[in-house]
Protein backbone atom coordinates (compact mmCIF):
# COMPACT_ATOMS: atom_id res chain seq x y z
CA UNK A 1 0.00 0.00 0.00
CA UNK A 2 2.74 2.03 0.67
CA UNK A 3 4.30 1.57 -2.56
CA UNK A 4 1.11 2.31 -4.20
CA UNK A 5 1.25 5.62 -2.34
CA UNK A 6 4.55 6.32 -3.32
CA UNK A 7 3.42 5.81 -7.46
CA UNK A 8 0.25 7.60 -6.92
CA UNK A 9 2.15 10.59 -5.55
CA UNK A 10 4.54 10.19 -8.28
CA UNK A 11 1.89 10.53 -10.96
CA UNK A 12 0.34 13.95 -9.31
CA UNK A 13 3.97 15.07 -9.41
CA UNK A 14 4.32 14.24 -12.82
CA UNK A 15 1.49 15.85 -14.19
CA UNK A 16 -0.14 17.95 -11.39
CA UNK A 17 2.98 19.48 -9.99
CA UNK A 18 1.73 22.73 -10.28
CA UNK A 19 -2.10 23.13 -9.53
CA UNK A 20 -2.60 26.58 -11.34
CA UNK A 21 -0.75 25.22 -14.37
CA UNK A 22 -2.71 21.93 -14.94
CA UNK A 23 -5.97 23.45 -14.42
CA UNK A 24 -5.02 26.64 -16.79
CA UNK A 25 -4.04 23.64 -19.49
CA UNK A 26 -7.08 22.09 -18.70
CA UNK A 27 -9.50 24.74 -19.17
CA UNK A 28 -7.69 26.18 -22.38
CA UNK A 29 -8.83 22.37 -23.91
CA UNK A 30 -11.78 22.37 -22.92
CA UNK A 31 -12.96 25.97 -23.90
CA UNK A 32 -10.86 25.31 -27.54
CA UNK A 33 -13.16 22.34 -28.04
CA UNK A 34 -16.09 24.01 -27.11
CA UNK A 35 -15.14 26.91 -29.33
CA UNK A 36 -14.38 24.35 -32.07
CA UNK A 37 -17.43 22.49 -31.78
CA UNK A 38 -19.47 25.96 -32.19
CA UNK A 39 -17.75 26.94 -35.63
CA UNK A 40 -14.63 27.93 -34.80
CA UNK A 41 -11.90 27.62 -37.99
CA UNK A 42 -9.40 25.12 -36.51
CA UNK A 43 -6.40 26.75 -37.77
CA UNK A 44 -7.77 29.73 -35.39
CA UNK A 45 -8.02 26.94 -33.19
CA UNK A 46 -4.78 25.46 -33.41
CA UNK A 47 -2.88 29.30 -33.40
CA UNK A 48 -5.30 29.93 -30.00
CA UNK A 49 -3.81 26.35 -28.81
CA UNK A 50 -0.36 26.85 -29.01
CA UNK A 51 -0.37 31.03 -28.18
CA UNK A 52 -2.51 30.06 -25.00
CA UNK A 53 0.17 26.98 -24.29
CA UNK A 54 2.50 29.42 -24.47
CA UNK A 55 0.50 32.46 -22.18
CA UNK A 56 0.16 29.37 -19.73
CA UNK A 57 3.64 28.54 -19.31
CA UNK A 58 5.15 32.40 -19.15
CA UNK A 59 2.67 32.83 -16.17
CA UNK A 60 3.58 29.53 -14.45
CA UNK A 61 6.97 30.17 -14.50
CA UNK A 62 6.94 34.17 -13.55
CA UNK A 63 4.35 33.05 -10.02
CA UNK A 64 7.50 30.41 -9.84
CA UNK A 65 9.80 32.94 -9.96
CA UNK A 66 7.98 35.21 -7.45
CA UNK A 67 7.53 32.51 -5.20
CA UNK A 68 10.90 30.78 -5.37
CA UNK A 69 12.96 34.08 -5.68
CA UNK A 70 16.51 34.07 -6.74
CA UNK A 71 19.05 31.59 -5.19
CA UNK A 72 22.23 32.39 -7.30
CA UNK A 73 24.16 35.47 -8.61
CA UNK B 1 6.95 0.52 -42.94
CA UNK B 2 7.39 3.70 -40.47
CA UNK B 3 9.72 6.16 -42.31
CA UNK B 4 12.59 7.39 -40.40
CA UNK B 5 11.53 11.37 -40.68
CA UNK B 6 8.07 10.18 -39.07
CA UNK B 7 9.83 8.40 -36.48
CA UNK B 8 12.70 10.37 -35.66
CA UNK B 9 10.99 12.86 -33.28
CA UNK B 10 9.72 10.46 -31.33
CA UNK B 11 12.58 8.29 -30.83
CA UNK B 12 14.61 11.79 -29.98
CA UNK B 13 12.37 12.38 -27.39
CA UNK B 14 11.99 8.91 -25.84
CA UNK B 15 15.97 9.10 -26.40
CA UNK B 16 16.82 12.37 -24.49
CA UNK B 17 13.97 11.91 -21.38
CA UNK B 18 14.96 8.31 -20.81
CA UNK B 19 18.54 9.00 -20.54
CA UNK B 20 17.93 11.89 -17.93
CA UNK B 21 15.35 9.39 -15.95
CA UNK B 22 18.10 6.38 -16.15
CA UNK B 23 20.53 8.46 -15.40
CA UNK B 24 18.32 9.79 -12.04
CA UNK B 25 17.55 5.97 -11.22
CA UNK B 26 21.05 4.86 -11.93
CA UNK B 27 22.43 7.38 -9.40
CA UNK B 28 20.09 5.89 -6.77
CA UNK B 29 20.87 1.99 -7.50
CA UNK B 30 24.52 2.99 -7.72
CA UNK B 31 24.45 4.68 -4.19
CA UNK B 32 23.01 1.29 -2.81
CA UNK B 33 25.78 -1.05 -4.72
CA UNK B 34 28.56 1.03 -3.58
CA UNK B 35 27.49 1.03 -0.07
CA UNK B 36 25.61 -2.29 0.61
CA UNK B 37 26.97 -4.41 -2.12
CA UNK B 38 25.58 -5.18 -5.77
CA UNK B 39 22.99 -8.37 -4.44
CA UNK B 40 20.55 -5.59 -3.00
CA UNK B 41 20.95 -3.33 -5.77
CA UNK B 42 20.32 -5.73 -8.42
CA UNK B 43 17.72 -7.56 -6.78
CA UNK B 44 15.54 -4.26 -6.28
CA UNK B 45 16.51 -2.93 -9.91
CA UNK B 46 15.31 -6.52 -12.00
CA UNK B 47 12.02 -6.46 -9.22
CA UNK B 48 11.57 -2.77 -10.36
CA UNK B 49 11.63 -3.25 -14.05
CA UNK B 50 9.84 -6.91 -13.43
CA UNK B 51 6.91 -4.51 -11.82
CA UNK B 52 7.24 -1.95 -14.86
CA UNK B 53 6.92 -5.23 -17.34
CA UNK B 54 3.71 -6.05 -15.53
CA UNK B 55 2.30 -2.66 -15.61
CA UNK B 56 3.25 -2.12 -19.34
CA UNK B 57 2.10 -5.46 -20.64
CA UNK B 58 -1.01 -5.35 -18.32
CA UNK B 59 -1.96 -1.54 -19.08
CA UNK B 60 -0.67 -1.50 -22.73
CA UNK B 61 -3.09 -3.65 -24.84
CA UNK B 62 -6.28 -1.30 -24.05
CA UNK B 63 -4.44 1.44 -25.53
CA UNK B 64 -5.98 -0.18 -28.81
CA UNK B 65 -9.28 -0.51 -27.63
CA UNK B 66 -9.60 3.39 -27.66
CA UNK B 67 -10.34 5.32 -30.66
CA UNK B 68 -7.17 7.30 -31.89
CA UNK B 69 -8.65 10.60 -31.81
CA UNK B 70 -9.64 10.23 -27.79
CA UNK B 71 -6.05 8.54 -27.43
CA UNK B 72 -4.43 11.53 -28.91
CA UNK B 73 -6.68 14.07 -27.39
CA UNK B 74 -5.74 12.44 -23.63
CA UNK B 75 -2.32 11.86 -24.43
CA UNK B 76 -1.92 15.35 -25.85
CA UNK B 77 -3.23 16.86 -22.32
CA UNK B 78 -0.76 14.65 -20.61
CA UNK B 79 1.73 16.04 -22.26
CA UNK B 80 1.34 19.27 -21.99
CA UNK B 81 0.36 18.69 -18.13
CA UNK B 82 4.05 16.79 -18.06
CA UNK B 83 5.56 18.84 -20.51
CA UNK B 84 5.23 22.31 -19.56
CA UNK B 85 5.55 21.22 -16.08
CA UNK B 86 9.22 19.97 -16.64
CA UNK B 87 9.81 22.99 -19.07
CA UNK B 88 8.93 25.16 -16.11
CA UNK B 89 11.61 24.00 -13.77
CA UNK B 90 13.87 24.16 -16.28
CA UNK B 91 13.15 27.75 -16.92
CA UNK B 92 13.21 28.19 -12.90
CA UNK B 93 16.73 26.26 -13.15
CA UNK B 94 18.77 27.96 -16.08
CA UNK B 95 17.18 31.40 -14.96
CA UNK B 96 18.79 30.90 -11.08
CA UNK B 97 15.90 30.36 -9.41
CA UNK B 98 16.03 26.85 -8.39
CA UNK B 99 19.23 24.61 -7.55
CA UNK B 100 20.40 22.72 -10.21
CA UNK B 101 19.92 19.27 -10.69
CA UNK B 102 23.54 17.83 -9.61
CA UNK B 103 23.97 13.69 -9.45
CA UNK B 104 27.06 13.97 -7.32
CA UNK B 105 25.11 15.54 -4.65
CA UNK B 106 21.84 12.93 -4.81
CA UNK B 107 24.56 10.10 -4.42
CA UNK B 108 25.98 11.59 -1.10
CA UNK B 109 22.75 12.20 -0.14
CA UNK B 110 21.49 9.38 -0.63
CA UNK B 111 24.90 7.56 0.04
CA UNK B 112 24.30 9.35 3.73
CA UNK B 113 20.50 8.09 3.79
CA UNK B 114 21.96 4.78 3.41
CA UNK B 115 24.84 4.86 6.01
CA UNK B 116 21.98 6.77 8.51
CA UNK B 117 19.79 3.79 8.35
CA UNK B 118 22.79 1.32 8.58
CA UNK B 119 23.28 3.01 12.44
CA UNK B 120 19.66 2.06 13.29
CA UNK B 121 18.13 -1.30 12.03
CA UNK B 122 21.57 -3.49 10.56
CA UNK B 123 19.49 -6.51 10.52
CA UNK B 124 17.18 -5.10 8.08
CA UNK B 125 19.43 -3.10 5.70
CA UNK B 126 19.93 -4.71 2.73
CA UNK B 127 16.19 -4.98 2.82
CA UNK B 128 16.04 -1.73 3.36
CA UNK B 129 18.81 -1.34 0.21
CA UNK B 130 17.07 -3.32 -2.51
CA UNK B 131 13.79 -1.14 -1.60
CA UNK B 132 15.36 2.05 -2.12
CA UNK B 133 17.00 0.69 -5.62
CA UNK B 134 13.35 -1.01 -6.68
CA UNK B 135 11.33 2.52 -5.40
CA UNK B 136 13.92 4.67 -7.69
CA UNK B 137 13.61 2.42 -10.64
CA UNK B 138 9.55 1.99 -10.32
CA UNK B 139 9.24 5.84 -9.83
CA UNK B 140 11.61 6.63 -13.15
CA UNK B 141 10.58 3.78 -14.87
CA UNK B 142 7.04 5.29 -14.47
CA UNK B 143 8.06 8.34 -16.53
CA UNK B 144 10.31 6.43 -19.22
CA UNK B 145 6.99 4.40 -19.84
CA UNK B 146 4.59 7.07 -19.74
CA UNK B 147 6.84 9.27 -21.92
CA UNK B 148 7.13 6.32 -24.11
CA UNK B 149 3.07 5.84 -24.87
CA UNK B 150 2.83 9.61 -24.88
CA UNK B 151 5.38 10.12 -27.71
CA UNK B 152 4.53 6.82 -29.32
CA UNK B 153 1.09 5.65 -29.09
CA UNK B 154 -0.53 8.50 -31.38
CA UNK B 155 1.20 7.42 -34.75
CA UNK B 156 1.58 3.72 -33.61
CA UNK B 157 5.05 4.24 -33.00
CA UNK B 158 5.46 2.40 -29.77
CA UNK B 159 8.14 0.22 -30.64
CA UNK B 160 10.56 2.86 -32.36
CA UNK B 161 9.96 5.30 -28.94
CA UNK B 162 10.62 1.60 -27.07
CA UNK B 163 13.54 1.23 -28.69
CA UNK B 164 14.59 5.09 -28.04
CA UNK B 165 14.46 4.32 -24.33
CA UNK B 166 15.81 0.67 -24.34
CA UNK B 167 19.02 2.45 -26.22
CA UNK B 168 19.32 4.99 -23.81
CA UNK B 169 18.87 2.40 -20.89
CA UNK B 170 22.20 0.41 -22.51
CA UNK B 171 24.37 4.19 -23.02
CA UNK B 172 23.63 4.74 -19.68
CA UNK B 173 24.53 1.35 -18.19
CA UNK B 174 27.34 0.88 -20.52
CA UNK B 175 28.59 4.53 -19.10
CA UNK B 176 28.21 3.82 -15.16
CA UNK B 177 29.95 0.26 -16.16
CA UNK B 178 32.87 1.99 -17.49
CA UNK B 179 33.14 4.84 -14.91
CA UNK B 180 31.44 3.17 -11.62
CA UNK B 181 30.30 6.65 -10.23
CA UNK B 182 27.40 9.06 -10.91
CA UNK B 183 27.39 10.49 -14.37
CA UNK B 184 27.73 13.90 -13.14
CA UNK B 185 28.90 15.12 -16.33
CA UNK B 186 25.90 14.51 -18.46
CA UNK B 187 24.66 17.67 -19.12
CA UNK B 188 21.26 16.71 -17.65
CA UNK B 189 20.11 20.15 -16.88
CA UNK B 190 20.20 21.28 -20.59
CA UNK B 191 18.97 17.81 -21.26
CA UNK B 192 15.93 18.88 -19.42
CA UNK B 193 15.62 21.86 -20.64
CA UNK B 194 14.99 19.99 -24.44
CA UNK B 195 13.01 17.27 -23.29
CA UNK B 196 10.84 19.65 -21.78
CA UNK B 197 10.42 21.57 -25.08
CA UNK B 198 9.72 18.20 -27.36
CA UNK B 199 7.42 17.05 -24.75
CA UNK B 200 5.69 20.89 -25.06
CA UNK B 201 5.41 20.64 -28.35
CA UNK B 202 4.32 16.84 -28.78
CA UNK B 203 1.62 18.43 -26.32
CA UNK B 204 0.06 21.21 -28.89
CA UNK B 205 0.54 18.76 -31.81
CA UNK B 206 -1.51 15.80 -30.35
CA UNK B 207 -4.01 17.77 -28.40
CA UNK B 208 -4.33 19.58 -31.60
CA UNK B 209 -5.05 16.00 -33.81
CA UNK B 210 -7.12 15.23 -30.60
CA UNK B 211 -9.52 18.27 -31.25
CA UNK B 212 -9.29 17.90 -35.36
CA UNK B 213 -7.11 20.35 -36.01
CA UNK B 214 -5.39 19.85 -39.74
CA UNK B 215 -1.74 21.03 -38.47
CA UNK B 216 -0.19 22.52 -41.79
CA UNK B 217 2.77 20.96 -42.87
CA UNK B 218 1.47 17.70 -40.85
CA UNK B 219 4.44 16.34 -39.12
CA UNK B 220 6.82 19.46 -40.02
CA UNK B 221 4.56 20.85 -37.56
CA UNK B 222 6.08 19.66 -34.83
CA UNK B 223 9.47 20.86 -35.63
CA UNK B 224 7.89 24.17 -35.85
CA UNK B 225 6.17 24.05 -32.19
CA UNK B 226 9.69 23.06 -31.01
CA UNK B 227 11.43 25.85 -32.11
CA UNK B 228 8.40 28.30 -31.21
CA UNK B 229 8.94 26.82 -27.56
CA UNK B 230 12.36 26.77 -27.42
CA UNK B 231 12.70 30.54 -28.06
CA UNK B 232 9.90 31.71 -25.83
CA UNK B 233 11.65 29.03 -22.72
CA UNK B 234 15.05 30.26 -23.68
CA UNK B 235 13.73 34.06 -23.75
CA UNK B 236 12.02 33.94 -20.64
CA UNK B 237 15.48 32.33 -18.55
CA UNK B 238 17.15 35.10 -19.95
CA UNK B 239 14.80 37.81 -19.65
CA UNK B 240 14.31 36.26 -15.61
CA UNK B 241 18.48 35.74 -15.12
CA UNK B 242 18.76 39.71 -16.23
CA UNK B 243 16.04 41.39 -14.55
CA UNK B 244 14.12 39.31 -11.41
CA UNK B 245 10.64 38.98 -10.83
CA UNK B 246 9.49 42.58 -8.56
CA UNK B 247 9.15 40.67 -4.99
CA UNK B 248 11.51 38.07 -5.19
CA UNK B 249 12.94 36.88 -2.13
CA UNK B 250 17.09 37.74 -2.49
Known sequence: MKLLRIILAELRGMFAADL????AVLALVGLLALALDQGLAPLWGGALLLAG?????LASVWRGARRLGRRRG | MVS?????????????ASLVEVVEA??????????????PALLGSAAGLALLAVLVLALGPL??????????LVIGVLLLLFGLGWLRKAVLRASGYIALHDETAIFAAESAALTAAAKR????LDWLAGLTAFKAVVLEGVEVAFIVVAVGAGRGLLLPAGLGALAACLVVLAAGLLLRRPLARVPENSLKFGVGVMLTAFGVFWT?????????????????????????????????????????KP
Request: charged share 10%; net charge neutral.
Open chain 1, 20 to 23: GLSL
Open chain 2, 26 to 39: FTIVLAVGTLRGWK
Open chain 2, 121 to 124: QQAR
Open chain 2, 63 to 72: LGEIPLEILQ
Open chain 2, 208 to 248: GEGLGIPWPGADLALLVFALIVLAVALGAAAILRQRPVDGA
Open chain 1, 53 to 57: VLAIL
Open chain 2, 4 to 16: WSVAAPAVTAAFL
